[in-house]
């Protein structure tokens, strides 16, 4: 079963406008939530996380929401920039279990 | 800094050989973990490793699948008898120790069973 679950596969924006991602979880012990970027033929690459102490973390044009009732976190990130275009993943974990539960992943092409 | 580097980068094999897929975590980063990625979908844990000890080894899919880390820095993922099924990318990740929750992925090892 997917516990965590990303949603709009593919997002198309213009440059500089705002890139919103969406992503929901099943598992209420998820405690901490991360973020990753992959381009193809690369590796996730870390871009920001959040604990379930917070509901918001911002680093540069990325802020990451979390809503903790809802089981709802989302990515922004303002402005889209060409070299933001790439598959977006929804990660999270639970201390004492390390291992990361991800979402398909959504394809965002920022348009110049 | 160097990353983790995963080799080799592409494998191509025969139904039925045994495959052996290497990573070189990030130095002095205590935690390794394997991930499968099947096309289309997101990474899916495999097994994990803290120092030497492998403490959870719950995603591995079948008994024909082996990893190991013996000395606590390089670990290999071999695969017996490879399968069409086991055609995947083979992502392998570090982080600094039990209580760091991010963690650096490799750029993976894309296995293709023909």
């Not at chain 1, 012990?29 to 509901?55: H, N, R």
């Not at chain 1, 060409?82 to 993943?89: E, I, K, L, N, Q």
């Not at chain 2, 094999?13 to 991930?35: E, M």
């Not at chain 2, 997101?42 to 492998?54: D, I, K, M, V």
Request: charged content about 20%.
């Amino acid at each position: 079963d997917q516990q965590v679950k990303q949603n709009s596969p593919s997002l198309s924006v213009q440059e500089g406008r705002i890139s919103i991602l969406n992503c929901d979880y099943t598992n209420s012990m998820f405690d901490y939530f991360l973020w990753y970027k992959k381009y193809p033929a690369e590796g996730p690459t870390f871009l920001i996380s959040i604990s379930s102490i917070k509901d918001k973390n911002e680093d540069g044009r990325f802020t990451v929401f979390l809503n903790k009732s809802a089981k709802h976190l989302s990515l922004h990130i303002v402005p889209s920039q060409p070299g933001d275009s790439a598959v977006y993943f929804c990660a999270a974990s639970y201390y004492g279990n390390n291992r990361l539960a991800f979402g398909k992943g959504n394809q965002v092409v920022v348009i110049p | 800094g160097a990353g983790v580097s995963q080799s080799p980068r592409y494998k191509v094999a025969k139904r039925g050989q045994d495959v052996a897929l290497r990573c070189d975590p990030i130095s002095g980063h205590v935690s390794l973990f394997w991930y499968q990625q099947a096309l289309g979908q997101g990474p899916e844990f495999l097994t994990y490793f803290q120092n030497e000890a492998q403490l959870d080894k719950s995603g591995l899919p079948s008994d024909r699948f082996f990893a190991e880390r013996p000395e606590g820095s390089v670990s290999t993922l071999k695969i017996q008898r490879t399968q069409q099924e086991d055609s995947a990318v083979y992502l392998c990740a570090s982080s600094l120790g039990d209580r760091a929750r991010e963690q650096y992925f490799g750029p993976g090892t894309r296995l293709t069973v023909t």
